[in-house]
């Protein structure tokens, strides 16, 4: 019961998704869930968290928004993983990650891990500590978004 608390309480403080250039970050964490429907048919719903469990599957939002009064360009959003949470990809496939707390960063094809014996693997996708997107387009003045990211609890 202890550990389901702490990961509930780490799970409603996801780390701080951060941007620059006059954009602000708002971030929202949801339970996904399957809700059988009177009809006999199954609906997934989000949630808000209350409390979590290994193997609920969780879906990270990261609202931005250029509160700016000139277009912002050339810039990125990066959001930290709770270390609780295994990552499962982005819903625009987009993002490069990082597996050594934003040291290097790149696409997970391309990234490795050092395991516990001291070699070197294939970074896989539970190793993702950091995920970040990059902007390379102009974000207008007022125009916003969201961003979007899986995980499971471990």
Request: zero cysteines; charged letters at 20%.
């Amino acid at each position: 019961m202890l550990k389901r608390l702490f990961v509930a309480m780490t799970l409603l403080l996801p780390g701080t998704a951060m941007a620059a250039n006059n954009v602000s970050l708002s971030s929202d964490v949801f339970i996904e869930r399957k809700v059988a429907k009177p009809n006999g048919t199954t609906a997934v719903v989000l949630e808000q968290p209350k409390t979590v469990i290994p193997g609920d599957n969780l879906v990270f939002v990261v609202k931005y928004k250029n509160v700016g009064s000139a277009p912002a360009s050339d810039f990125s959003v990066t959001n930290p993983l709770p270390k609780a949470v295994a990552f499962n990809g982005t819903s625009d496939g987009t993002e490069i990650v990082s597996v050594d707390g934003g040291k290097t960063w790149g696409p997970l094809s391309v990234l490795t891990y050092p395991s516990a014996n001291g070699e070197v693997r294939p970074a896989l996708m539970t190793d993702v500590t950091h995920v970040k997107w990059k902007f390379s387009r102009s974000l207008s003045a007022g125009s916003e978004g969201k961003l979007v990211f899986r995980g499971t609890v471990k």
